[in-house]
């Protein structure tokens, strides 16, 4: 299967702790996206990539949050000091960019589900 | 700033019912507009989307979209819905010009026998 693919599945954490998550798009792909999705709710947009620039990140990705995507392939997600407000889904989606903006389909992981007691 | 609602949060339906899932969104700019669907323990995936042309869009399950401008309404039906239909479905926005997607709440669908 060449999709999206996401590690780890599951992560339980302390409150205090650093977690780290990493993605792999689909590998022509060169737009990346990272969501969080709380139950109950649809997914929020955090940020996006094109090849390894960062160029869009919502206010909801607070000072805790990085993400990178070093070579323009997998990306990482990283939380430091997490918060029991942490403990969500958290998606990765890819897209090969398209002339027009926006025209392209984001095709989505199977998310990490983060836990923090 | 573009906004979705999905005005129902569960929908009961026995199978080979119709059913409607509704979707309004706000917008002052042209945007595209998508469903997505998500089976239980499995990622979201595109069921259908209205880029342009008809304001009719079908999938290949047998669901189809109709866009209204006029109403900003995106609703989703099925003329006749399976067991395996049982999902969440999420309706979503997206800027023609952007890359950002915004989506609803979603609406549980259940199919009962």
């Known amino acids: 299967d060449t999709g999206v693919s996401q590690d780890p599945r599951h992560k339980i954490t302390k409150r205090g702790q650093n977690v780290t998550f990493r993605c792999d798009p689909i590998?022509?792909?060169?737009?990346l996206y990272w969501y969080r999705q709380t139950l109950g709710q649809g997914p929020e947009f955090l940020t996006y990539?094109?090849?390894?620039?960062?160029?869009?990140k919502s206010r909801l990705l607070s000072d805790r949050f990085s993400a990178e995507r070093p070579k323009g392939s997998f990306s990482t997600l990283e939380i430091q000091r997490t918060e029991q407000g942490d403990s969500a889904m958290y998606l990765c989606?890819?897209?090969?960019?398209?002339?027009?903006?926006?025209?392209?389909?984001?095709?989505f992981g199977p998310g990490t589900r983060l836990t923090v007691t | 700033a573009q906004s979705v609602t999905q005005l129902d949060s569960q929908v009961p339906v026995f199978e080979e019912a119709p059913v409607e899932l509704r979707c309004n969104y706000s917008?002052?700019?042209?945007?595209?507009l998508f469903w997505y669907v998500q089976y239980p323990n499995q990622g979201l995936q595109l069921l259908l989307k209205?880029?342009?042309?008809?304001?009719l869009v079908e999938s290949i399950n047998g669901f189809e979209a109709e866009f209204n401008k006029s109403q900003t309404s995106f609703h989703l039906r099925k003329p006749s819905v399976h067991i395996s239909d049982t999902a969440e479905y999420f309706c979503?926005?997206?800027?023609?010009?952007?890359?950002?997607?915004?989506f609803g709440a979603g609406t549980r669908l259940f199919v009962k026998a």
């Open positions: 989606a890819s897209s090969l960019g398209a002339q027009l903006a926006g025209l392209e389909e984001q095709y």
């Open positions: 979503a926005v997206r800027n023609t010009g952007g890359f950002k997607t915004i």
């Open positions: 209205y880029l342009s042309g008809s304001t």
């Open positions: 917008s002052s700019v042209s945007v595209y």
């Open positions: 990539f094109q090849n390894e620039a960062q160029l869009e």
């Open positions: 590998s022509e792909h060169n737009r």
